[in-house]
């Protein structure tokens, strides 16, 4: 009769041990996968501050120079060689997709491809991209603004260039302070 309560006894412990080891093995795949996850995601790489470091020297050189804290971000224009004058630098982009409008109080319809051109770096076009859509939208504004009257004129596409420059800019001047759109080219033009 000993060894029964015995064996009842260590049945009863049995499934206590059982839940503990189960605990315990999910408790340490969950910090596994905490620090794997870590691990992955590079939190324990060593950390790069001498970039962060110059930038903030930078802008602490800037401020004491009496530019309040202020960063030049106005685009730089790009001098081309020439032994005469100082010339600019050219430089295009297009916009990707066709433009696409109807004309005001007639079923005409206006569709072209854009190009812009500036003397300034990079950023001018960086910033364009960032901001198609709101371009785009411009664009299609004025375009949508043009009558039938306004095809007979002779200097229409060059008035619509013209438009359509000073909206883009002022789109880009909201945005991010800088326009510089010299040109708007068409690199096709339909109207039916």
Request: net charge negative; proline share 3%; no cysteine.
């Amino acid at each position: 009769m000993a060894d029964e309560e015995i064996e009842v006894e260590g049945k009863k412990k049995s499934p206590l041990i059982k839940i503990i080891v189960i605990a315990l093995v999910a408790i340490l795949l969950l910090v596994g996968t905490a620090v794997g996850t870590m691990f992955v995601t590079g939190f324990f790489d060593k950390k790069d501050t001498a970039a962060a470091e110059q930038a903030l020297k930078d802008m602490e050189k800037s401020a004491t120079d009496g530019k309040a804290g202020a960063v030049d971000t106005t685009p730089q224009k790009v001098a081309k060689e020439s032994p005469e004058l100082q010339r600019f630098e050219n430089s295009y982009m297009e916009l990707e997709k066709p433009l696409v409008s109807n004309l005001t109080n007639t079923r005409k319809v206006i569709q072209l491809n854009l190009a812009i051109m500036t003397h300034y770096d990079e950023r001018v076009f960086k910033n364009a991209k960032k901001h198609e859509f709101a371009l785009r939208s411009v664009a299609l504004d004025v375009m949508r603004q043009m009558t039938e009257a306004d095809l007979a004129k002779p200097e229409f596409r060059t008035e619509l260039a013209a438009k359509i420059r000073e909206a883009m800019n002022s789109v880009l001047q909201k945005y991010e302070d800088f326009g510089g759109i010299e040109e708007v080219y068409f690199t096709s033009f339909v109207v039916q």
